[in-house]
């Protein structure tokens, strides 16, 4: 998959008929723990039909020296995204 678009806090890959979109919402400790966590926002959506779903997820780690994994979060200003912008 080619980006359609890449800026410092998000990245779209969109052609006619699908758009997924992956934008950081907000960089800090979140949890508290100690580690920066990325609170994210997962868009995919049909352009054609209603398929449509948006995922609000913590990337975050269990220590500073192991790998990132995706957490179900619940977050503020997922669904004020729209995937046009």
């Given at each position: 998959?080619v980006p359609s678009k890449v800026?410092?806090?998000?990245?779209?890959?969109?052609?006619?008929?699908?758009?997924?979109?992956?934008?950081?919402?907000?960089r800090s400790d979140s949890n508290?723990?100690?580690?920066?966590?990325?609170?994210?926002?997962?868009?995919?959506?049909?352009?054609?039909?209603?398929?449509?779903?948006?995922?609000?997820?913590?990337?975050?780690?269990?220590?500073?020296?192991?790998?990132?994994?995706?957490?179900?979060?619940?977050?503020?200003?997922?669904?004020?995204?729209?995937?046009?912008?």
């Amino acid at each position: 998959m080619v980006p359609s678009k890449v800026t410092e806090s998000a990245i779209e890959f969109e052609d006619a008929d699908w758009y997924y979109g992956i934008r950081v919402l907000q960089r800090s400790d979140s949890n508290n723990d100690g580690v920066e966590d990325l609170e994210v926002c997962f868009t995919d959506r049909a352009k054609q039909g209603s398929y449509s779903t948006q995922q609000p997820m913590l990337v975050t780690k269990y220590s500073a020296s192991s790998l990132a994994v995706a957490l179900a979060y619940r977050i503020d200003g997922c669904d004020r995204i729209g995937g046009e912008d």
